[in-house]
């Protein structure tokens, strides 16, 4: 090892995400801030990347996981049900769109990525189709960092590595209308000519060949909280149809409640396959993750062989299926989803009168409280920011020196090029501290230009 390297290395023993940065230590949470060993306040506007639902302290949820673990921690799904597990399949599926009719809960959203798809395969294998083996998703997606979810996302930056190493999945255009949708199309055909290309896309595979298509309602890492335009869910639904194909709708991000209502997908009157769930499910609590099928999928495995061929030590962990429990019974009797939707519209709109004529904000889109805000170097062009600048870093850096915490990431025009933030506050959010977002947002988007090298921003 060179003794400059030597002489940078962190005393931790902790393998770090990063090597070259020191983190604060995160010592406590009140609500929606989080405390770090030397007293520093951050507001977290994000819930880390769109988890902490509930904020960080909710006496209801720490209650529960106090008293299922005092109770029993672990029963081990191969050999026992539980009560939390029973009550959170029940609650979850009595809320979901109508068809939807089992849940079964693994440990985070790659996990329940994978579970789908294996799900998807077999459900064909017990319809008699084992030919059905291929899967399309859509460019500028994330579904996880496992192999499976790797492959179907379209992640540059977290493929590249081990592209070598994933299974061959076609990528169709997403719906991304600030930047796709030409300015002589509606809404209505933009959404069309987009779900237009699965249909394409599952003739040239071979309709017998195509086991099912995965898409998030509304794209979150990858595109900033991008919604599709009214009507583009519908077409997908129908070309699944219309080949048989599965539909897979990960909810990981934006479902349980962050857009507004508890499933993604009821926006879109559209009834999935299967669906996924994770991140705001557990709130951070524990982590859980969960897959709902359809009643056609669980009656293919019930009539057919009798058993889902797939698993996990922790699938259905007790102690995570309580607190998730918890927080989904928090959100129902304190009425949690009216305010997700009041106050993402206050924080939108609060956004828009801060930065909606900011020379590099080109866009304030999102639903509910999941909000995206796309920088741009040029409004009129819509020209992102050159890619080596890494704006993103930059803006979650000026962001904890601002004393919040937003999820900022890049790639959202081409995998490479685009900086965007995602807003994801706990439904809790509160009208001052909405304000407080507010604030702090524009001061750390401006921070974070002004880091720029000369010249490149104005
Ligand atoms: N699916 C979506 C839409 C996600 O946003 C993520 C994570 O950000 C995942 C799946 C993977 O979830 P996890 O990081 O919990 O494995």
Redesign the pocket.
Known sequence: MSPDKASTRSASRVFAREFHRTLPKAMRGEGIWIVDSEGRRYLDASGG?AVSCLGHSHPKVIEAVQRQAALLPFAYSLFFSSEPLEELAALLVEAAPAGMDKVFFVC????A?EAALKLARQYHLEKGQPQRRHFISRRQS????TLG?LAVGDNPARRATYAPMLMEVRHIATCYPYREKRSDETEAAYGRRAADELDRAIRELGPENVAAFIA?PVV??TLGACPPVPGYFKRIREICDRHGVLLIL?E??CGMGRCGTLYACEAEDVVPDILTM??GLGAGYQPI?GVMAHRRVVEAIESGSGALMHGHTYLNHTVGCAAALAVQRAIQEEDLLANVRRQGERLKQGLEERLGNHRHVGDVRGRGLFLGIELVQDRASKRPFDPDLKLHARLRDAGMSEGIVCYPSGGCVDGRRGDHVVLAPPFTVTDREVEEIVERMGRTIDRALRSLPAGQAG
């Open positions: 990347p985070g959203g790659s996990e990525t994330y579904h996880g960092n979810a998030e979150g890492a990960d990981v991000m994770a991140k993750g």
